[in-house]
């Protein structure tokens, strides 16, 4: 069983529509999470992190962290062209991050 | 503040030639990452620094990789000889707390092995 697992996608939604991106990550002692942004050829870019339970919003971004289920998710709003990308969940253990293979995202416009 | 800057950014060599990447890690870092990226793949880790020791090199294909960051700022990987399947793109990224903290990347040196 990998650590961090993610649909791979294709994912695709029209222009303003909610993208919605999930993760599961086996480690129960996993302490911090993070959402990375990557677009073709490049590296990944942080976009967001989240420590406790709940949701944590910037911007049209909205992390959703639920340690007992063992989910994390990631919610764009109003997506735009500019979105699509591929985004990777990353799961902090406190002794190593590990990161799930991607989901690639297409907003259409 | 400048970001985490890795050299060179291509590199294309024949297989059994050996290859060096370079990392500057952002300033005050003391946790540095070295990353394979294959197509498709999320980054997995090739071997982790806290100032200029190795404490997590167990992903690191010892028979030909290897890796130093003296003085604990710059670090370099190398791989002697290379071998088709090491053709990736090799990220490397700074933390400044490791516990609890975020990564940052660099750019990413693609190579490409011949």
């Known amino acids: 069983q990998k650590e961090v697992e993610q649909n791979s996608g294709p994912l695709s939604v029209p222009e303003g529509a909610i993208a919605s991106l999930n993760c599961t990550y086996s480690d129960r002692v996993s302490q911090s999470f993070f959402w990375y942004r990557q677009y073709s050829g490049k590296s990944p870019e942080l976009i967001m992190s989240?420590?406790?339970?709940g949701d944590k919003e910037d911007g049209r971004f909205t992390a959703q962290l639920n340690k007992a289920s063992q989910y994390v998710s990631l919610l764009i709003r109003d997506s735009q062209p500019s979105d699509s990308a591929t985004y990777l969940c990353a799961v902090n253990t406190g002794n190593q991050f590990y990161f799930g293979t991607g989901t690639s995202l297409t907003v259409i416009p | 503040e400048a970001g985490v800057v890795q050299s060179p950014r291509y590199k294309i060599i024949e297989k059994k030639q050996p290859v060096a990447f370079w990392c500057n890690p952002i300033s005050g870092h003391n946790t540095l990452y070295w990353y394979l990226q294959n197509l498709g793949q999320g980054p997995e880790l090739l071997i982790r620094y806290e100032n200029e020791e190795a404490v997590d090199d167990s992903q690191l294909p010892k028979d030909r990789f290897s890796a130093e960051r003296l003085k604990g700022v710059d670090s370099t990987l190398k791989i002697q000889p290379a071998e088709l399947g090491d053709s990736a793109v090799y990220l490397c990224?700074?933390?400044?707390?490791?516990?609890?903290?975020?990564?940052?990347f660099g750019e990413g040196s693609r190579l490409t092995v011949l």
């Open positions: 990224a700074s933390s400044s707390f490791p516990e609890n903290g975020e990564l940052f």
């Open positions: 989240i420590y406790s339970n």
